[in-house]
């Protein structure tokens, strides 16, 4: 969904911008811990895919979602019988 006035095709972001779209360090690094937990293979697909999540929220709700994807992924082997 486009924001009005926001960046798009035309009129693209500006470095600025870009930066403040940037989910926190912190939720960034909650990521990455999370997608260590999945197998190798799978790895660059959810780690696409739980970045895309972030863009568009707000900050406070971009660290709430990373936490989540953390708390929610399950390493190999643990707990599954």
């Known amino acids: 969904m486009a924001v009005p006035g926001g960046p798009s095709r035309r009129n693209p972001a500006t470095l600025e911008e870009r930066r403040r779209m940037q989910p926190p360090r912190l939720a960034r690094a909650a990521v990455d811990l999370a997608v260590r937990m999945l197998p190798t293979a799978h790895r660059e697909r959810y780690a696409i895919e739980f970045y ?5 929220l707000p900050r406070k709700e971009q660290r709430r979602q990373a936490f989540g994807v953390l708390v929610h992924v399950q390493a190999p082997g643990v707990g599954a019988r």
Do not use: E, F, S, T
């Not at 895309?52 to 568009?56: E, I, K, S, T």
């Open 52 to 56: 895309a999540d972030l863009y568009g």
